[in-house]
């Protein structure tokens, strides 16, 4: 029986704008090394496919309306490759993905990075590919704004091409290490890529050899068209933000579509779409649960998470209708916003309380059956081949999947009981 595949975001703490609020948050914990521990290790205890970082180089976001911007969580956190190397040394199977951007970085930073982070981990490293969108991370890279957009998607594609590039610089066997002849490697199995295109020059070789995956999973997060292409032609798993079912399988069914014009008929790239779960026994816990999250929600922080897709909404009545004319969708992820506004009729206040309980992403109030109903729904009608868990608050949001849903999962023969292989491609039968 085909198998769910589920990794844990484990960003900020928390993916509620509010967990930081919460009685039972540790003020200091996003820069503590062994909280981040002991939530991975329960994560691998429960045989999760992957944890994930995602990441930006800057604190992101502009202070509208003024003063929101001291109320955001997102501005102090670990660098995460530095993280998931000594994560790597305190766990043994679960997968380790990090977001870096090929905006503000160069390739061959970015394969000897991640294929050092393979070796250490012995097979379970994944670069999540993305562009830099926001005017902020510019400023920190010696330029006032960011790059235009078909610019920057460019760059990215290019990007990947010479990664892999550089991660085949060695053939699997080439190191002989033979003492008698005193050849340390074979050099007909070591190939310079000397790549010249419109933003790269770069001659190789990678001075790393082949890494236990043969190389690091890509990973990449981004739903709009060029995104998408590089996705069909380069990844590996592709996390989604669907908020319906119906967007969903048409998001899985065209990408899917696109991958096999690159003659990828393997099943590449899983896809998991986002989804924030607040559970509990029953469903007036769940509520509770996160009704007291909600309540935690400042209006100044609601509407500087709505400001990066809509505009600024202060001068305009929380409890009215979103004035469609500001909104400006300057990222693919704010159609989403818009589209969900329009379909349930919300209020700016109803929103900004929506996104800010999924970090714009979808989530779900219910018991483990409930839950599980859910994610079974989208699993088997093409919709999902599994899930990016993001918790609205950590570790009890770990805490919850041990006691609820993943018990339910296992029950119905969705999730595994052991990790099948050594390395993370496997682990993911992608080989």
């Given at each position: 029986m085909k ?5 844990l ?10 967990a ?6 540790v ?9 981040y521990?002991d939530?991975?290790r329960a ?12 990441d ?11 003063g ?21 040394a305190s ?9 870096a951007s ?6 061959f930073h ?7 982070l ?12 993305v ?11 010696n330029?006032?704004?960011n790059?235009p ?20 610089s ?41 890494t236990?995956q ?51 008929l393997?099943?590449a ?13 029953t ?7 996160f009704?007291?999250?909600q ?9 500087n ?19 469609e ?11 989403g ?31 483990a ?19 990016n868990?993001?918790?609205?608050i ?6 919850d ?9 296992r ?20 080989g």
């Amino acid at each position: 029986m085909k198998k769910m595949r589920l990794g844990l975001s484990m960003r900020y703490h928390g993916y509620h704008v509010a967990a930081w609020r919460h009685p039972d948050y540790v003020p200091g914990c996003n820069v503590d090394f062994r909280s981040y521990r002991d939530i991975a290790r329960a994560a691998e205890a429960e045989k999760l496919d992957m944890i994930f970082f995602a990441d930006g180089v800057a604190v992101r976001g502009t202070d509208q309306p003024e003063g929101a911007l001291s109320h955001d969580m997102r501005n102090a956190e670990l660098e995460p490759l530095t993280l998931l190397a000594a994560l790597a040394a305190s766990t043994d199977h679960i997968g380790l993905v990090a977001t870096a951007s090929t905006t503000y970085n160069e390739p061959f930073h970015i394969a000897r990075k991640y294929a050092s982070l393979d070796h250490i981990s012995g097979g379970r490293a994944g670069w999540n590919v993305v562009t830099s969108w926001s005017d902020q991370e510019a400023l920190n890279f010696n330029r006032t704004e960011n790059l235009p957009r078909e610019a920057r998607y460019g760059r990215a594609a290019e990007f990947v091409e010479v990664v892999k590039g550089l991660w085949n610089s060695w053939d699997a066997d080439a190191f002989t290490h033979d003492k008698a002849s005193g050849q340390f490697y074979d050099p007909e199995k070591l190939h310079v890529l000397d790549h010249r295109g419109p933003h790269f020059q770069v001659r190789g070789p990678l001075n790393s050899c082949r890494t236990p995956q043969g190389r690091p999973l890509i990973v990449q997060a981004g739903a709009s068209n060029q995104g998408r292409d590089i996705a069909a032609e380069h990844a590996d798993v592709v996390y989604s933000v669907s908020q319906t079912v119906e967007e969903a399988r048409a998001f899985y069914a065209d990408l899917k579509a696109r991958a096999a014009e690159f003659a990828r008929l393997d099943n590449a790239p899983l896809i998991m779409p986002g989804i924030t779960i607040y559970t509990g026994a029953t469903q007036a816990e769940a509520q509770a649960r996160f009704d007291e999250l909600q309540a935690l929600i400042d209006p100044l922080a609601g509407l500087n998470i709505l400001y990066t897709f809509c505009g600024d909404l202060s001068g305009h009545d929380l409890d009215g209708p979103l004035p469609e004319h500001l909104f400006e969708g300057r990222i693919t992820i704010g159609s989403g916003l818009l589209a969900k506004a329009k379909a349930e009729n919300l209020t700016i206040r109803q929103l900004y309380e929506s996104a800010a309980a999924g970090f714009t992403g979808r989530y779900i109030i219910g018991t483990a059956e409930t839950v599980v109903d859910d994610l079974q729904h989208w699993f088997e009608t093409g919709a999902a081949d599994g899930f990016n868990i993001c918790p609205p608050i950590l570790p009890q949001g770990m805490a919850d999947m041990s006691r609820f849903i993943l018990p339910e999962l296992r029950r119905r023969g969705l999730f595994r009981t052991d990790y099948e292989g050594a390395t993370l491609r496997q682990n993911l039968g992608l080989g």
